[in-house]
């Protein structure tokens, strides 16, 4: 809302000028990354995260008896829209927390280490939204400490 004696054109020019200043601190800082931990390769964009609430554990019909390629999948994970310099494995069905899933486990193009998994297809109607998007474990990935 515009006093009563101010120049509404004056008023513009300022927001502009600090929309500008802003929008040049925002380039100065750069876009804020996560890396691989073994190798700080670049992984996935902060600003790709969709969910950082995921649990993830891999249901068995047979307890005790985990495939090699799943060693260790467990705990936090993240869920984002888009990955980079990943290489993705070939799709299997994989039975997960909320249920039957067609996933594709991703790694590091550098240095192969697994990553997490990308959603292929979810049998579900309540889990379409993940279908196309990746979950990196929150112990595989590190945040890049620039920002």
Not at 2 to 28: P, T, Y
Not at 34 to 57: E, M, T
Not at 74 to 96: C, Q, W, Y
């Amino acid at each position: 809302m515009v006093k009563k004696g101010e120049n509404l054109i004056d008023l513009f020019g300022e927001v502009d000028h600090a929309l500008k200043v802003f929008d040049r601190m925002a380039q100065s800082v750069g876009p804020r990354l996560y890396s691989c931990c073994n190798c700080r390769n670049h992984v996935g964009l902060h600003d790709d995260i969709i969910s950082k609430a995921f649990q993830v554990r891999i249901n068995f019909i047979i307890p005790f008896v985990l495939p090699v390629s799943l060693m260790g999948r467990t705990g936090r994970a993240f869920l984002f829209s888009h990955a980079m310099n990943i290489v993705v494995g070939p799709k299997e069905d994989r039975n997960l927390l909320t249920g039957l899933h067609t996933v594709a486990d991703i790694s590091c193009a550098d240095c192969n280490e697994p990553l997490g998994w990308k959603y292929e297809r979810a049998y579900e109607s309540s889990q379409k939204y993940k279908e196309g998007k990746f979950i990196f474990e929150k112990a595989k990935i590190v945040k890049e400490e620039d920002w």
